[in-house]
């Protein structure tokens, strides 16, 4: 079975930086794009960041030049760096994974739990 586990959540005050993780666990031989989704109170979901294996990335306008996607394909691992946090980015954070590999079957998507972060005016 595949997990997604992520960390690196919290409060941090307006102009702020955080960093998240995510690391996927479970017997894995591949992955194809893994990403950031948000969820503020009252809000749809909405797609933060995203980064193919290959390393191209997109970003949701509002996160453009303030939010960097990265990952280590060698630990299974995506990370949001999140820099000039403003009250709006305030959400449950989840990340995503899409077609893994298992040693026997294929994920279409993944999901995780989620991380809440709190920005403070």
């Known amino acids: 079975q595949v997990r997604l586990v992520e960390s690196g959540g919290g409060l941090v005050q307006a102009g702020g930086s955080l960093r998240l993780s995510c690391e996927a666990s479970?017997?894995?031989?591949?992955?194809?794009?893994m990403g950031w989704h948000r969820q503020a109170t009252g809000k749809q979901r909405e797609l933060v960041a995203n980064?193919?294996?290959?390393?191209?990335?997109d970003y949701a306008d509002s996160v453009k030049g303030r939010f960097t996607i990265s990952r280590d394909n060698t630990k299974n691992t995506v990370y949001l760096q999140m820099n000039n946090l403003k009250p709006e980015d305030t959400a449950v954070y989840y990340c995503?994974?899409?077609?893994?590999?298992?040693?026997?079957?294929?994920?279409?998507?993944?999901w995780g739990r989620g991380t809440p972060v709190t920005v403070s005016s």
């Open positions: 995503t994974a899409d077609n893994v590999q298992g040693s026997i079957h294929r994920y279409l998507e993944v």
């Open positions: 479970g017997v894995i031989l591949s992955i194809n794009a």
């Open positions: 980064i193919t294996s290959g390393g191209s990335t």
